[in-house]
C-alpha cells in the first residue's frame, strides 16, 4: 500500500495569547486546520478575527503559546532561530499586498535576492532567477527596476522571488490588494497556473471574489475556525 502523502501544514490545538498591560489577548483560541500538498485555501475574517496572527504563525514569524504546528511534518517548535531563518528562506515563499521589492534593483536581481544565503552561485542564481521570471510572463522585464514597471508587473516579481527556490507552501497577504480589478484577476489566474502545477497555496484576503477562486475556504472568527468549505471554483 502506498504510504499517504503528509499535510503541508497541520495545525492542532494551536492558541496565541498577548500581554497588552495588565490585560491578556486571546488572538487564537485553539485552532485545529490541515491544509495538504497542491491545495488552493483562502483564509477570511473580519477585523480582529485572528487571521493575521494565524497567517504569521504558519509563515514561522512567529510561534504559537499553546499547541502544535507542524510544516511539512515537522513540529516547528523544535526548530531553532537559524533553522526558523532557513525554513522562511527556502520552504516558505511570502507574496505581499504591498509587494516589498528593493526599488533600485532589477526584477531580476530581486528574484535573486532569497537565494544569495542558500550557497547557490551567482551563475545558478540567475538562471533559476529567469526562470522564475519567465514562468510569471516577464520574461522581457528582466532588466527593470519596479519604478519602471506596473503594480501587476511588480507583484508577478514578488511572485517570482516567493517561487524562486521551489517552497512547499506560498502564502499570499492580501495579493490583489493595490491593484485594479483586471490586474488582481491576472494575478488570481497566475495563482492558479500555479495550482495546477502542484503548489500548494495559502490566501489571506478580504474579498469575496478573491476567495471565490479558491478551492477551500476556512473563515476565522474570535481566535477560532468559525467554518471550512471545500468547494469547485
Do not use: W
Not at 81 to 100: H, K, N, P, S, Y
Not at 216 to 226: N, T
Amino acid at each position: 500500500m502506498a504510504e499517504a502523502v503528509a499535510d503541508v501544514i497541520r495545525l492542532e490545538g494551536v492558541a496565541k495569547r498577548y500581554r497588552v498591560g495588565e490585560e491578556t489577548v486571546h488572538a487564537l483560541r485553539g485552532v485545529d486546520l490541515a491544509i495538504g500538498p497542491n491545495e488552493l485555501v483562502a483564509v477570511m475574517g473580519p477585523s480582529g478575527s485572528g487571521k493575521s496572527t494565524l497567517m504569521n504563525i504558519l509563515g514561522c514569524l512567529d510561534v504559537p503559546t499553546g499547541g502544535t504546528y507542524r510544516l511539512d511534518g515537522r513540529d516547528v517548535a523544535t526548530l531553532s532561530q537559524a533553522d526558523l531563518a532557513r525554513v522562511r528562506g527556502r520552504r516558505i515563499g511570502f507574496v505581499f499586498q504591498t509587494f516589498e521589492l528593493l526599488p533600485r534593483q532589477t526584477a531580476l536581481r530581486n528574484v535573486e535576492m532569497p537565494m544569495i544565503y542558500s550557497g547557490a552561485s551567482a551563475s545558478q542564481r540567475r538562471r533559476r532567477a529567469a526562470e522564475a521570471l519567465d514562468r510569471v510572463g516577464l520574461s522581457d522585464r528582466m532588466g527593470h527596476r519596479p519604478s519602471q514597471m506596473s503594480g501587476g508587473q511588480r507583484q508577478r516579481v514578488a511572485i517570482a522571488r516567493a517561487i524562486v527556490q521551489g517552497p512547499a507552501l506560498l502564502l499570499a497577504d492580501e495579493p490583489t490588494g493595490n491593484l485594479d480589478t483586471r490586474t488582481g484577476e491576472e494575478i488570481l489566474d497566475l495563482f492558479a497556473d500555479l495550482h495546477r502545477e502542484g503548489q500548494t497555496i495559502v490566501v489571506v484576503t478580504h474579498e469575496p471574489d478573491v476567495a471565490a477562486r479558491c478551492r477551500r475556504i476556512v473563515r476565522i472568527r474570535d481566535g477560532l475556525v468559525e467554518s471550512d468549505e471545500c468547494r469547485d471554483p
